[in-house]
């Protein structure tokens, strides 16, 4: 095992995943250690969107919505069977913001997103006329659409890890960084696997993208510089789909805040997110009945058909390690990021902040702030660069016709969703498969043992949960004797010499 790297990447989540990724592709290298699973946290707990934001226009980041914005196009172009356009529904509620002014908000958006083909502009709409007026009350008449994508968040950090691990760098996963030592121009770091291996390798430079845990890692780093961070939990709920057509909506609320309905999985819907403080263990983080309370009502002042507890399916929450501001407000802390190196010796840089959407520019700012240190890397590559894996195949929905063509007896539903998650990689998966009998065992939900054996050999899947839960959501079509047996599958294969 090597002993020796230009740079240690602590933390598998998005931000980690995108400097391992960019690092390896300008020559460095990369290891990666991250104590749990691939964004196995907040990485995983998003409202999953890549979105410019259109409520930080009135908190006045503009700067920020302008750079989500044009990596929102870079990304569909990275990914783009991954990031899916997605017109979204405002309704006009009168009591809240006049009409003029949600109009003057998406014209600066359209225009700071320079609206194309795949992002077109906002327009007007009659909510009594339009059939997506339909799901809402009838007190809702006039409405508004802009564009933005959905994301599978975790399917885009193991992505960029994929990337990282073919270009070289190391991805180790349930990995923890137990202690990082400075000696003049390198540090020693030392790392432990989950079995209690422990290895100490020598480095040129750390970066702590550990998200919540960042300020664990300067501890361990015997540094104790005053991070800034302030944790704020989101929360989310999924349903059976509200509405038949693939538009989502954006509800305001009367504390300022908005929340989501999306389409989701094809058969469900995402509601989200709540914004609340956080003071407790990150791993440990649960949506409480007080946001599950707030969330329900937030969509059913909108819906037509009312939301019920009952009606969920699946509750998750994720901690956002946020700059702390001087907003009171949770919901209104700022979602920019910030890079703080400490130079005392070898290098370390700490990621603080940032949002899924604007991991590419962050990773890519990083490495430039590290590039005195590391004077042999090469130049920036990844706006223009090659396609994640499996992007080089344009949308999902032309994947999955060129799958289609190519094992016409697969059941069209299966090679859609393969398609959707994997790109091209979907190939190597089927490989000459023309029959369900020809993918194996079936684990329920259309998993079968050919993908099954895919992720556990090229993903760093080890368990139930990354199988079910992050590298798909699959966990939505299994019942708990199902996943019970799939857990025990996992075990006995990872397990095996």
Same mark, same amino acid.
């Given at each position: 095992?090597?002993? %020796?790297?230009?740079?240690?990447?602590?933390?598998?989540?998005?931000?980690?995943?995108?400097?391992?990724?960019?690092?390896?592709?300008?020559?460095? %290298?990369?290891? +990666?250690?991250?104590?749990?699973? &691939?964004?196995?946290?907040?990485? !995983?707990?998003?409202?999953?969107?890549?979105?410019?934001?259109?409520?930080?226009?009135?908190?006045?980041?503009?700067?920020?919505? #302008?750079?989500?914005?044009?990596?929102?196009?870079?990304?569909? =172009?990275?990914?783009?069977?991954?990031?899916? $356009?997605?017109?979204?529904?405002?309704?006009?509620?009168?009591?809240?913001?006049?009409?003029?002014?949600?109009?003057?908000? &998406?014209?600066?958006?359209?225009?700071?997103?320079?609206?194309?083909?795949?992002?077109?502009?906002? =327009?007007?709409?009659?909510?009594?006329?339009?059939?997506?007026?339909?799901?809402?009350?009838?007190?809702?008449?006039?409405?508004?659409?802009?564009?933005?994508?959905?994301?599978?968040?975790?399917?885009?950090?193991? &992505?960029?890890?994929?990337?990282?691990?073919?270009?070289?760098?190391?991805?180790?996963?349930?990995?923890?960084?137990?202690?990082?030592?400075?000696? #003049?121009?390198?540090?020693?770091? *030392?790392?432990? @696997?989950?079995?209690?291996?422990?290895?100490?390798? /020598?480095?040129?430079?750390?970066?702590?993208?550990?998200?919540?845990?960042?300020?664990?890692?300067?501890?361990?780093?015997?540094?104790?510089? $005053?991070?800034?961070?302030?944790?704020?939990?989101?929360?989310?709920?999924?349903?059976?789909? +509200?509405?038949?057509?693939? %538009?989502?909506?954006?509800?305001?609320?009367?504390?300022?805040?908005?929340?989501?309905?999306?389409?989701?999985?094809?058969?469900?819907?995402?509601?989200?997110?709540?914004?609340?403080?956080?003071?407790?263990?990150?791993?440990?983080?649960?949506?409480?009945?007080?946001?599950?309370?707030? +969330?329900?009502?937030? *969509?059913?002042?909108?819906?037509?058909?009312?939301?019920?507890?009952?009606?969920?399916?699946?509750?998750?929450?994720?901690?956002?390690?946020?700059?702390?501001?001087?907003?009171?407000?949770?919901?209104?802390?700022?979602?920019?990021?910030?890079?703080?190196?400490?130079?005392?010796?070898?290098?370390?840089? %700490?990621?603080?902040?940032?949002?899924?959407?604007?991991?590419?520019?962050?990773?890519?700012?990083?490495?430039?702030?590290? !590039?005195? !240190?590391?004077?042999?890397?090469?130049?920036?590559?990844?706006?223009?660069?090659?396609?994640? $894996?499996?992007?080089?195949?344009?949308?999902?929905?032309?994947?999955?016709?060129?799958?289609?063509?190519?094992?016409?007896?697969?059941? $069209?539903?299966? &090679?859609?969703?393969?398609?959707?998650?994997?790109?091209?990689?979907?190939?190597?998966?089927?490989?000459?498969?023309? @029959?369900?009998?020809?993918?194996?065992?079936?684990?329920?939900?259309?998993?079968?043992?050919?993908?099954?054996?895919?992720?556990?050999?090229?993903?760093?899947?080890?368990?139930?949960?990354?199988?079910?839960? /992050?590298?798909?959501?699959?966990?939505?079509?299994?019942?708990?004797?199902?996943?019970?047996?799939?857990?025990? @599958?996992? =075990?006995?294969?990872?397990?095996?010499?």
């Amino acid at each position: 095992m090597r002993e %020796s790297f230009d740079m240690l990447v602590v933390g598998g989540g998005i931000n980690g995943v995108g400097i391992a990724r960019d690092a390896a592709g300008r020559g460095l %290298s990369v290891c +990666l250690c991250e104590q749990d699973d &691939l964004a196995a946290h907040t990485s !995983s707990a998003s409202t999953k969107l890549i979105h410019g934001g259109l409520r930080y226009l009135q908190q006045g980041e503009i700067a920020l919505v #302008r750079k989500a914005l044009n990596e929102r196009e870079t990304l569909r =172009q990275l990914a783009p069977h991954l990031v899916a $356009p997605t017109t979204f529904v405002l309704p006009h509620a009168r009591h809240l913001r006049p009409a003029w002014m949600l109009r003057a908000g &998406l014209w600066l958006y359209d225009h700071l997103g320079r609206a194309n083909a795949h992002f077109p502009a906002s =327009q007007r709409i009659d909510l009594q006329r339009d059939p997506r007026g339909e799901t809402l009350q009838p007190g809702y008449r006039t409405g508004f659409t802009y564009a933005d994508a959905r994301v599978n968040d975790a399917r885009l950090v193991v &992505l960029n890890a994929l990337d990282a691990h073919e270009r070289g760098a190391e991805i180790r996963t349930r990995t923890r960084c137990e202690q990082l030592i400075r000696h #003049r121009d390198h540090w020693w770091a *030392v790392l432990r @696997t989950a079995t209690g291996a422990v290895q100490r390798i /020598r480095v040129r430079c750390v970066v702590n993208a550990s998200g919540p845990w960042a300020g664990t890692v300067l501890q361990r780093a015997g540094l104790d510089a $005053p991070l800034g961070l302030r944790l704020v939990q989101g929360s989310h709920l999924v349903v059976p789909r +509200l509405f038949a057509h693939d %538009s989502a909506y954006l509800f305001q609320q009367p504390d300022q805040r908005v929340v989501f309905a999306i389409p989701f999985e094809q058969d469900f819907t995402l509601i989200g997110t709540t914004d609340t403080d956080y003071d407790g263990d990150p791993a440990q983080v649960q949506p409480r009945a007080d946001e599950q309370a707030y +969330l329900l009502d937030a *969509v059913n002042r909108f819906l037509r058909a009312p939301v019920r507890a009952e009606d969920i399916v699946w509750r998750y929450s994720g901690v956002r390690p946020l700059l702390a501001d001087h907003h009171r407000d949770a919901s209104r802390v700022t979602r920019d990021y910030r890079l703080d190196v400490d130079t005392a010796g070898a290098p370390l840089l %700490s990621v603080l902040g940032g949002k899924l959407t604007t991991y590419r520019a962050l990773a890519e700012d990083a490495l430039g702030r590290l !590039s005195p !240190s590391l004077p042999e890397m090469g130049a920036a590559w990844t706006a223009g660069g090659p396609p994640l $894996p499996g992007g080089d195949g344009g949308t999902a929905a032309e994947v999955a016709d060129a799958l289609l063509r190519g094992h016409p007896g697969l059941p $069209p539903a299966l &090679l859609q969703r393969l398609a959707a998650s994997y790109g091209t990689r979907a190939m190597r998966l089927l490989d000459d498969a023309q @029959t369900l009998d020809a993918l194996g065992q079936d684990h329920g939900g259309g998993l079968y043992d050919r993908e099954l054996d895919y992720l556990i050999a090229h993903e760093w899947a080890r368990s139930a949960d990354d199988v079910l839960w /992050r590298r798909g959501h699959l966990g939505l079509r299994l019942d708990p004797r199902q996943r019970e047996a799939l857990a025990a @599958t996992l =075990q006995a294969r990872v397990s095996m010499p």
